[in-house]
Each structure stands twice: as structure tokens, then as C-alpha cells.
């Protein structure tokens, strides 16, 4: 059984870690283009295992493709994505060309991968408890028992497990979102994606979810790789922050150098109109 990203290391867990390598995420010289339009610019970054890492910039950056890219709902134009280790967009072929990675090698991989959307996408028909479990259940092979205590524990985490058997429509937008939070989480992903988890929300809801969020980033060892326009949440729970600027990082470092003494004048720029 895959280790529990939501349990802190034990020792030998920490030198099986060791032996891992040390890039969870790696993107190699990758392009995304739409016809004539570059989304992506020949990107080079890499998150390492148990770094939260945050993605800031003006919309149509890029940030969201790159996420869109690790959960494969697009396709790279050119260049190479690696996870854990491993291509995610290509296979070397038999006489050591690179090919187009198969449909199952990527949902192999994908299964170390979690995202949560900007919409929640629940499932109205389902209640809160089975849209946790569906998944855990039909691609993991999770005994439904397991499947359901660990929702439950998933539930008490983002503060829910009285909302175990209400349906979606029920809940207010930022408990759907807590949900879809634990969803993600239920599929024991070494890397959790989040794309701009609090947009869809109203405002008075954005700051449940948020905290949410930084809990689980101040007690569990989940890699976290954030997309988010919330400069105050990225503050706090980012290890490093990148400017994106037309499909490029501009600039990169730690969240007090970033917004505190940023060096390009395009974060400069950003910043002073967001904060």
C-alpha cells in the first residue's frame, strides 16, 4: 500500500525518501502552444518532495496550464515532464527516440497526483461520503470500509463529517470545496494541485477554505504545487513562490524575498496592483 502523505515521516519512510528522487516534479524545456499562440515558453522549474510551492502572476501566464499538463488534460507541444522520476508525456521507444507515453502509463502515474478545480465538480447525485469513496473504491481497490473510515477522517480534517450523508446541493460553495479538498486527498496523491480553489467562491466563504488548506500544509508532508491570486495565503504557506510572466518564470525564491524585496520590475509591477 502506498505510504499516507496525510501521516508525518517515519524513519523509514525518511530513507525510503532518500533513496527517491530528490525532484518530485521535474518540467524539462516544455512548450504548450496553441497554433501560433506560446502558452509555455521552453519551461525549466521543479518542485522537490514536500515543498509548497505557489504560482503567482497575471491570468493568462500559463500557471493553470501547467497544472492541466501534470493531471494530462493537455498535451505539451514540445519537451518533457517527469514524476517521481518518471516521463509522464513520453516513453523511450526501441531505438531510444523518445514516444508519446501511453493512456495507461499515464494514469499510473497520475495516481500520484491529486488536483483540486476552481469548480468543485461533485457529484449531485451522491452524497458527501460517496463522492470520497466512489474513487478510492473503483481505481485504488479500496475494501469500501477502508475507503469510508478514511473519508471520515478526511471529513474531520476539513471540518464536515456532520455533512457525511448530505447531498451537494446542501452545501454552501466552501463546503464544497472542503469536500472536493477531501476528495483529492482520498486518492493518497504525493502531490496535491490546487487551481485557484477559492475564485468560484464568495467572499465571506474564502477564508474557511483557505485555512483549511494552510493546516494541511503546517501538519502533513503532501507536496503542494498552488496556483492562487491569494497573495497572503501564498505568503504563508509557499516554501517558494514564481512570478510567471508569458508563459516564463521571471522570478523565483522564498515568499519574504519575493514580496518583500522582489528584483524584476514585472513583480514589481504585479504586486503593487494586487496587494
Not at 503567482?56 to 498535451?75: A, F, N, Q, V, W
Not at 455533512?163 to 469536500?179: I, Y
Not at 487551481?195 to 501538519?219: C, F, K, N, Q, W
Amino acid at each position: 500500500m502506498a505510504t499516507d502523505p496525510l501521516q508525518k515521516t517515519s524513519p523509514e519512510q525518511s530513507a525510503a525518501d532518500a533513496a527517491a528522487p530528490a525532484h518530485l516534479v521535474e518540467f524539462d524545456q516544455v512548450v504548450k502552444r496553441y497554433g501560433d499562440h506560446v502558452v509555455l515558453d521552453h519551461l525549466d522549474f521543479t518542485v522537490d518532495r514536500g515543498q509548497h510551492v505557489t504560482l503567482i502572476g497575471p491570468s493568462g501566464s500559463g500557471k493553470t496550464t501547467i497544472l492541466r499538463l501534470l493531471m494530462t488534460l493537455e498535451k505539451v507541444s514540445g519537451g518533457v515532464i517527469t514524476v517521481d522520476g518518471r516521463p509522464l508525456t513520453h516513453l523511450p521507444g526501441p531505438d531510444g527516440a523518445r514516444k508519446p507515453a501511453t493512456e495507461r502509463h499515464q494514469r499510473e502515474i497520475r495516481k500520484k497526483i491529486g488536483m483540486v478545480f476552481q469548480q468543485f465538480n461533485l457529484f449531485p447525485n451522491m452524497n458527501v461520503l460517496q463522492n470520497i469513496t466512489e474513487a478510492p473504491v473503483n481505481v485504488l481497490g479500496l475494501e469500501r470500509a477502508e475507503a469510508e473510515e478514511r473519508a471520515r477522517d478526511l471529513l474531520d480534517l476539513v471540518g464536515l463529517r456532520e455533512k457525511a450523508d448530505a447531498h451537494p446541493t446542501r452545501l454552501s460553495g466552501g463546503q464544497q470545496q472542503r469536500v472536493a479538498i477531501a476528495r483529492a486527498l482520498a486518492m493518497r496523491p504525493e502531490i496535491l494541485l490546487l487551481d485557484e480553489v477559492t475564485s468560484a467562491l464568495d467572499p465571506e466563504l474564502v477564508a474557511g477554505v483557505l485555512d483549511v488548506l494552510r493546516d494541511i500544509a503546517r501538519t502533513t508532508d503532501i507536496t503542494l504545487l498552488c496556483v492562487t491570486h491569494e497573495m497572503n495565503f501564498a505568503r504563508d504557506i509557499s516554501d517558494r513562490v514564481m512570478m510567471f510572466d508569458s508563459g516564463r518564470v521571471i522570478e523565483s525564491g522564498s515568499p519574504e524575498k519575493l514580496f518583500g524585496d522582489p528584483e524584476h520590475e514585472r513583480t514589481r509591477e504585479f504586486l503593487g496592483a494586487v496587494l
